[in-house]
């Protein structure tokens, strides 16, 4: 993936985001993997990607993030056809290079042998897991829940090394749905030292995938509870979850390298989905449509909303930088 400046990038860069952006950046959201991760060749989708390494990460957001200090949480790719292990052997490998400023999560499926899991957090300084819904046992993977695909043993594991767990929650309606409110909040309660990291806010792409949950989240706010920004480009979503929940629960995430992709998520009646450049004829009556990375996307929407709830300079510093190292720090054994 060549990522380069356009126009439109530099004015929104200049008179949007320049500004807002702090110094410090913990990006709380990461995948990179190798075509060499999966049990068969490298999905055709995601060579669009490639490489998908530490340094090509770092490389493009120097582009997109001038003159800022970045910290990074990686995983590998989670999909059907990825060799699990293999992945989070290839986070390992990016994690040794710099080890102040990268922390690695494994990529778990529920046919892991818990040994295997202990031997890599002790051994290899895991801090976490990300579980995904692709490997559920449930019938339907797109109608599983959480322990479909993140079985009580694992769930042990986690609470005994004080793990952080990225959960990427299935069903239609992500956070909104009951079963996945009952499930999270259940297992806060069962499992009080994990770390619960809601990706791309409770997979609440679109505000109406997370207002209907807002009462009961905000009955566990007391709860190890927090939320990445990951990819969402709604900005009326970024405002629930800051003005009901809290910025202090919010996490800054960019879904890297998903998030360098030209185009936008949008919210089309009760659903959404990725607009972007490589997939779709971007054209207007008026003229060309110049879209900007899909991150400036999600960055611009998150400025919007913190200025809606008049976020301070030092609140903003906190979900980009302050809150990951809050959270870590429950974290460390």
Not at 130 to 140: E, I, R, T
Not at 221 to 247: M, N, P, Q, W
Request: include cysteine; aromatic fraction near 12%; charge should be positive.
């Amino acid at each position: 993936m060549k990522l380069k400046w356009r126009n439109i990038d530099k004015i929104i860069w200049k008179e949007e985001l320049e500004d807002f952006l702090p110094e410090r950046i913990f990006d709380f959201h990461n995948h990179v993997f190798s075509p060499a991760g999966f049990h068969d060749s490298l999905p055709k989708e995601l060579e669009i990607y490639l490489p998908s390494n530490l340094n090509s990460l770092r490389e493009r957001n120097e582009i997109l993030f001038p003159k800022r200090r970045i910290k990074y949480l990686l995983t590998g790719w989670p999909g059907p056809s990825s060799d699990l292990e293999k992945q989070n052997e290839f986070v390992f490998r990016q994690m040794k290079t710099v080890q102040k400023e990268v922390l690695g999560l494994m990529t778990v499926s529920p046919d892991m042998k818990l040994d295997y899991l202990i031997k890599e957090i002790k051994d290899k300084g895991f801090i976490g897991f990300k579980p995904y819904k692709c490997f559920s046992l449930a019938k339907d993977p797109e109608d599983s829940r959480i322990e479909d695909f993140l079985p009580k043993g694992q769930l042990e594991v986690a609470n005994q090394y004080r793990l952080i767990i990225t959960l990427h929650l299935s069903k239609k309606k992500g956070i909104s749905e009951s079963q996945n409110l009952d499930d999270l909040e259940r297992l806060s309660s069962d499992y009080p030292n994990v770390i619960w990291n809601l990706a791309h806010c409770g997979r609440a792409f679109i505000p109406q995938n997370l207002e209907p949950a807002l009462l009961r989240l905000k009955t566990l706010k007391h709860r190890k509870i927090c939320y990445d920004t990951a990819a969402v480009t709604d900005s009326e979503v970024f405002y629930l979850l800051l003005a009901e929940i809290g910025f202090e629960r919010v996490l800054y995430g960019s879904d890297n390298p998903v998030g360098f992709q030209r185009g936008k998520c949008v919210g089309l009646g009760y659903d959404w989905a990725f607009i972007t450049e490589d997939k779709f004829s971007l054209k207007e009556s008026f003229g060309k449509v110049e879209p900007t990375f899909l991150l400036y996307e999600e960055l611009r929407a998150l400025k919007r909303a913190a200025k809606r709830v008049n976020l301070s300079k030092k609140e903003i510093e906190n979900v980009f930088y302050r809150n990951a190292e809050r959270i870590l720090s429950l974290n460390r054994r």
